[in-house]
């Protein structure tokens, strides 16, 4: 087959050159390029069998070429003979020291070969190191950020942004069931399951509160279902109207107290059970939860337990008045953090108010504004024959009295109060949240000299006209009438743990909802 052939442009850097020159013979060493050096093509097959003419194969510099090769190269061992004294047998043998170089071992990539992708995701030391540093770093920056942005008390997530409820619709029922959300969790279960005595007194918190679907999105959809709904059957499970409550565990019981510097309970012997009934929730204990079992005599052990924490007036008013009493005596039996909790109550029953209440009313308060804000829950109504003029009074005085020491609860200090165009006083307030509950139904144990003026009809009119005139001066109603109508009233005016157990968890869901970022 006829063969072109074409030098390129620098002559081709043959092993048997280099050898040549590494061995000191620089006539074959490979020469340097010369500039301008004409190329030829390549030697390439003719077609029909064709030889090019030998006489265009150009010459080679240093060695003639032979056409019968591929690559067109003189016979080596005629154009070794013709070098001048060269020893051939050792020319091409490698130095000794040539022989302790290591093999490489088979099967291995040449260094040439491109490493692999994995090689870049291998740890190292130093790898590790930096990750660390970065881990650490963004660890810093997040808490200096939460700091920065931290601004005293706040609510938690699912009352502040809008969370999906994507929970199927049960056809024809009369409730739908709870949204299936971390926080209703606890609205499902029995929270009571591990207070002391939860099956010797026989309570669950299923017992109270039948939970459905939708919750109460605000604060004040939350009143009106709260005041408004009942039961199906005598002592059944309570819930509220058009939308639900929350059962909170008392874990979060504790953290919603804990968003308050204080909590003011101010009223008379049904204000008492309610702070009772906190207590039994925040010390986990139905048997005694609500009274200073630490220093009970044998038989008060035994005549003031369960129920009888409020049906019995002798166990009754050896009641837990403050937190502080039990975080001074018993605090072992506190299931709140150290220090984090400050419920009160200071009881006032009747209109005019003895001067020596309103005092301490006011040393309760600071004159100055505390870093959390302060919550007041109010009750009165039966020790003044619900006579609403005498209890707005009551309220008006408690409320001048608050606001006398602590200006701070005011827009306005200067004026802390004005008169309506009736001559009713209303109260400017920054963030001051109050709540005022009314007496609960009257049971038929009730007394009959009390039918008329303390009876479910005057106690109906009492709590709607409480709600409308209590709203005027900014202060916010529940009513207990509808929760309590069907509820066990062991001396026909007072309900029993059930039934305070209850108006204590409504107390708490109106705490849970207050905006306490404004403060």
């Known amino acids: 087959m006829a063969l072109t052939h074409d030098l390129p442009e620098s002559q081709p850097k043959s092993p048997l050159r280099k050898v040549a020159a590494v061995r000191d013979l620089p006539s074959l060493a490979i020469p340097e390029r010369v500039p301008n050096q004409p190329s030829y093509p390549r030697i390439r097959p003719l077609r029909g069998g064709r030889k090019p003419d030998e006489t265009l194969l150009p010459p080679s510099p240093l060695l003639p070429l032979d056409i019968n090769g591929r690559h067109a190269t003189r016979s080596i061992s005629s154009w070794l003979s013709e070098l001048p004294d060269v020893d051939t047998k050792n020319m091409f043998q490698f130095p000794e020291k040539s022989g302790s ?13 491109p490493k692999s992708r994995m090689a870049y995701w291998s740890l190292t030391p130093r790898k590790i190191a930096l990750i660390a540093v970065a881990c650490i770093a963004t660890w810093i920056l997040k808490a200096f950020w ?41 609205d499902i279960i029995d929270t009571f399951a591990t207070y002391k005595y939860r099956n010797t007194c026989n309570i669950s918190s299923l ?11 605000d604060r004040k959809s939350m009143i009106t279902a709260m005041s408004s709904g009942g039961r199906i059957g005598n002592d059944a499970p309570y819930m509220p109207r058009g939308c639900d409550m929350r059962w909170f565990s008392t874990e979060e019981i504790c953290e919603i107290l804990g968003r308050f510097e204080k909590v003011i309970i101010i009223g008379d012997s049904m204000m008492r ?24 005599s044998p038989e008060e052990r035994r005549d003031c337990f369960c129920n009888y924490q409020f049906n019995i007036k002798a166990c009754s008013i050896q009641g837990i008045y403050k937190t502080s009493d039990v975080v001074k005596n018993d605090p072992s039996s506190l299931a709140c953090p150290a220090n984090t909790v400050d419920v009160m109550i200071e009881q006032m029953i009747r209109f005019p108010i003895p001067a020596e209440e309103i005092n301490r009313l006011r040393d309760d308060l600071p004159s100055t504004k505390p870093s959390r804000p302060y919550a007041f829950i109010l009750g009165h109504g039966l020790w003044n024959d619900l006579d609403l003029q005498a209890t707005l009074d009551w309220l008006d005085q408690v409320l001048d009295a608050i606001i006398s020491k602590a200006a701070w ?31 609960n139904a009257a049971g038929r144990e009730k007394p009959d000299e009390w039918l008329v003026s303390q009876g479910n009809k005057a106690l109906m009119i009492f709590e709607e006209a409480v709600g409308i005139e209590v709203r005027r001066r900014g202060v916010e109603h529940l009513g207990t009438w509808n929760m309590s109508i069907q509820s066990n009233k062991f001396d026909g005016v007072h309900v029993d743990l ?5 108006k204590a968890m409504m107390v708490i869901n109106w705490l849970n909802m207050l905006e306490v970022e404004q403060f």
């Open 498 to 502: 059930k039934g305070n157990l209850i």
């Open 101 to 113: 170089v290591p093999s490489t071992p088979a099967g291995s990539p040449p260094s040439w070969a």
């Open 207 to 217: 017992d109270l509160h039948a939970p459905f679907a939708p919750l109460c999105l």
């Open 409 to 439: 609860v005011s827009s306005s200090s200067s004026s802390p109060s004005k008169l309506h165009r009736n001559g009713r006083k209303e109260h400017n307030a920054a963030f001051w949240p109050r709540l005022f509950l009314t007496p």
């Open 273 to 296: 059970h309610v702070i009772g009934s906190i207590n039994v929730l925040i010390r986990k204990d139905i048997g005694y939860g609500a009274v200073t079992d630490w220093n009970f």
């Open 146 to 186: 939460s700091l920065a942005n931290h601004h005293g008390p706040h609510r938690p997530a699912y009352l502040i942004e809008s969370l999906p409820y994507n929970a199927s619709f049960v056809t024809n029922a009369a409730f739908q069931p709870p949204e299936p959300l971390p926080h209703r969790y606890p």
